[in-house]
């Protein structure tokens, strides 16, 4: 029989209560600390570096990993790391529930898929200089791990949590020792990118007089219309509407894990990778779940519509904020002493790069909304969809331009395009130089895709003046 004293009936409950904790006296720093308030730290970042700062101190003093005692049942790491895999996707899960009545007329059609092919194009930018840099690190370290750099994207593109899934699969099925804790340390690094950048960008834009939005006082009330739509459940009915939507999420979920447990199966040479891509799983599901609902609302088998959209992206948010504030306390600094320069060279070189490629193809691509299309984009590219959120609001506060729109529905082509990177990336350690190759011709691919207007105009320019 389990005794309720026993930190074993704990140590779940201590570590979300602590990742919590984080995020309230994260919010409240912010508020208090001139510097932190007027920073774009988003404050689940900034919850996860106290928790670093705070096991740092504790390993210092006492030689022990703060989230291996007892208080955390002795499994605090695994627990950390549990959660930011499975946040991941639990976040993406519940925004691809979300129902979209938006109509597409083909300039919009093009502009997201537009942004999509960019998304993937800033990948396979930050995966081949990462790639190139650690290749030619391993030459000169002993032992190193040549395909290390294959995590940038994962890390500054996709956040921490796929940061982490691919480091423990290069950690568990190549022996690069800290893979996951190196994947985490990436992923903040790109947290960081995106305030510093953006702050740094945003100043430009202020000095140019070009900052328009921010002299308007923005209210952030919400408006009745955006909480609740028509023939939807009631708000408190025989089950509380949050409720439902958290059983459709975790129902939804459950079908990605039954996804994933018959392709394992089926593949069982791809078991770790299959897991690794739970958060697409998890998209593919709710595609499949709002594509049913949708119909039985048709038919009229179901006549109330039972998915909300402000509740799901509360959700989303939640998880979101789960992911990154575990996934940065999760960061192990001590099996990273060897690689600290390595990694401010690869977080340097990825800012940069995709700094300068987001501002190019804005400036090309989107003409009508540049500042925030780049603001939208390098805020994702760098964090997540929800710090190139925070830079966009600093710019367009009503979201009056498509941009917002185009970080939410770009993702469809984005997952299309990208997916054979991610098959590409569990190569990577094997054959580090081909795959290499491979990446620079899928980049100059993705490029001709994304610039196939400049291309055709140059080409028809050409024409005419042979013709002439």
Request: glycine fraction near 8%; hydrophobic fraction near 55%.
């Amino acid at each position: 029989m389990s005794n309720f004293w026993d930190y074993s009936n704990w140590g779940t409950i201590n570590i979300v209560a602590v990742l919590l904790l984080s995020l309230i006296v994260a919010t409240v720093l912010k508020n208090l600390v001139p510097i932190l308030h007027k920073s774009l730290i988003p404050t689940s970042v900034l919850g996860g570096f106290i928790l670093l700062i705070i096991a740092g101190i504790y390993k210092t003093l006492t030689g022990n990993f703060f989230f291996d005692t007892a208080f955390f049942a002795g499994q605090g790491m695994a627990a950390l790391e549990t959660i930011t895999y499975h946040a991941l996707a639990l976040g993406f899960t519940a925004s691809a529930l979300k129902s979209t009545n938006t109509k597409m007329t083909k300039r919009r059609t093009m502009e997201i898929f537009d942004s999509g092919v960019t998304t993937v194009a800033v990948y396979l930018v930050q995966a081949i200089l990462g790639m190139g840099i650690t290749i030619i690190a391993a030459m000169f370290i002993f032992d190193f791990f040549p395909a290390a750099g294959i995590l940038v994207p994962f890390g500054f593109g996709q956040g921490s949590g796929q940061a982490m899934n691919f480091g423990g699969i290069f950690e568990a099925d190549f022996g690069f020792v800290g893979g996951k804790s190196f994947g985490l340390t990436i992923a903040a690094l790109g947290f960081l990118s995106a305030s510093i950048g953006g702050v740094i960008h945003l100043n430009i834009l202020k000095k140019r007089g070009k900052l328009v939005a921010n002299t308007a006082v923005l209210e952030d009330r919400i408006l009745p219309d955006e909480i609740e739509e028509e023939n939807e459940i009631p708000m408190q009915g025989s089950m509380d509407k949050m409720t439902v939507q958290v059983g459709f999420i975790c129902g939804t979920y459950l079908l990605a894990y039954a996804m994933m447990f018959a392709l394992g199966i089926a593949v069982p040479g791809f078991k770790a990778t299959i897991y690794g891509f739970n958060f697409i799983l998890g998209v593919l599901a709710a595609v499949m779940v709002k594509a049913v609902l949708k119909f039985l609302n048709k038919k009229s088998i179901v006549k109330r519509r039972y998915t909300n959209n402000f509740l799901l992206t509360r959700c989303s948010n939640f998880f979101f904020d789960i992911m990154i504030v575990a996934g940065i306390a999760a960061i192990r600094l001590s099996v990273l002493e060897k690689y600290w320069g390595i990694m401010l060279v690869l977080g340097v070189v990825a800012a940069f790069s995709t700094y300068f490629y987001v501002r190019m193809v804005s400036k090309k691509l989107f003409p009508r909304y540049v500042e925030e299309q780049f603001l939208a984009m390098y805020g994702m590219l760098t964090g997540t969809a929800s710090t190139g959120v925070i830079l966009l609001r600093e710019i367009d506060p009503n979201f009056d331009t498509p941009a917002a729109d185009n970080l939410v529905y770009q993702t469809f082509p984005a997952i299309a395009f990208g997916f054979p990177m991610m098959l590409l990336a569990t190569f990577a350690p094997r054959e580090p130089i081909t795959c290499l190759i491979i990446l620079i011709a899928f980049f100059a691919v993705m490029n001709i895709i994304l610039f196939r207007r400049q291309i055709l105009r140059v080409r028809r320019k050409k024409r005419r003046g042979k013709a002439q």
